[in-house]
C-alpha cells in the first residue's frame, strides 16, 4: 500500500497563489505518474494537472497558464503551484499517483477562495 499525504491548502483571496504539495510513502514500486484532481459538493472529481515519471505534463484547460505542476522523483513528492486564484478554483484537492502496484488517492485538502 502506497499513503499519500497532502499539505498547502487553505483560504487565500481572489488573484492570490497557494502551493499544493503531496508526499507518497510506503510500498512505493515505481511512480509512473502523479496528477492532482478538484472536487466540489455535487459534481465529479476533475482533473486538472498530471506529470509522467519523465516530466511530461498535461493540464485542463481551466487551469493552464495558472497552475504548474512539478515532481521530485527521488523523494516521491508532487506540488502544485496554483497562481492567480480565482473563485472558482475552490474545492477539494486530491493527490493522485499511479504506481506500477495500484492507483492512490490522498485525503483531500481544502482550497477556499474568496472573492
Known amino acids: 500500500q502506497v499513503q499519500l499525504v497532502e499539505s498547502g491548502g487553505g483560504l487565500v483571496q481572489a488573484g492570490g497563489s497557494l502551493t499544493l504539495s503531496c508526499a507518497a510513502s510506503?510500498?512505493?514500486?515505481?511512480?509512473?505518474?502523479m496528477g492532482w484532481y478538484r472536487q466540489v459538493p455535487g459534481k465529479q472529481r476533475e482533473f486538472l494537472a498530471r506529470?509522467?515519471?519523465?516530466?511530461?505534463?498535461n493540464y485542463a484547460d481551466s487551469v493552464k497558464g495558472r497552475f504548474t505542476i512539478s515532481r521530485d522523483n527521488a523523494k516521491n513528492t508532487v506540488s502544485l503551484q496554483m497562481n492567480s486564484l480565482r473563485p472558482e478554483d475552490t474545492g477539494v484537492y486530491y493527490c493522485?499517483?499511479?504506481?506500477?502496484?495500484?492507483?492512490?488517492w490522498g485525503q483531500g485538502t481544502q482550497v477556499t477562495v474568496s472573492s
Open positions: 493522485n499517483v499511479a504506481d506500477f502496484g495500484g492507483n492512490y
Open positions: 506529470i509522467s515519471s519523465r516530466g511530461t505534463t
Open positions: 510506503g510500498r512505493v514500486l515505481g511512480i509512473e505518474a
